[in-house]
């Protein structure tokens, strides 16, 4: 089983920028499509980005786009968030997933593990 905790949140204000990561145990990155889901109270965990195990390839939510990026270190392997000019409404609690699949890695259901999450607080 593996099993995922995420690290790095915290408070900032707008416009800050913020890196989580994502330490894997029981598992090799390599092998796993990774994900970033974020979470606000009384919402559907949403999709944040995600990096595929055979090819590393990329892949983002709208908002995400060009304020984000996903990476992964095979060598520690871990993967991180890297989040600038964040926003208000980017407060959330960030989950960490990993799944074998490589196709869907926006839905959350293709996901069989998750971290705790880390909590992101962005204010005005």
């Known amino acids: 089983q593996v099993q995922l905790v995420e690290s790095g949140g915290g408070l900032v204000q707008a416009g800050d920028s913020l890196s989580l990561s994502c330490a894997v145990s029981g598992g090799t990155v390599s092998r796993y499509t990774m994900g970033w889901f974020r979470q606000t109270p009384g919402k559907e965990r949403e999709y944040v980005a995600a990096?595929?195990?055979?090819?590393?390839?990329?892949f983002y939510e709208d908002f995400a786009k060009g304020r984000f990026t996903i990476s992964r270190d095979i060598a520690k392997n871990t993967v991180s968030l890297q989040m600038t000019s964040l926003r208000p409404e980017d407060t959330a609690v960030y989950y960490c997933?990993?799944?074998?699949?490589?196709?869907?890695?926006?839905?959350?259901?293709?996901?069989?593990?998750w971290g705790q999450g880390t909590q992101v607080t962005v204010s005005s």
């Open positions: 990096i595929t195990w055979n090819d590393g390839n990329t």
């Open positions: 997933a990993a799944s074998q699949s490589r196709i869907g890695v926006w839905m959350r259901r293709v996901y069989d593990n």
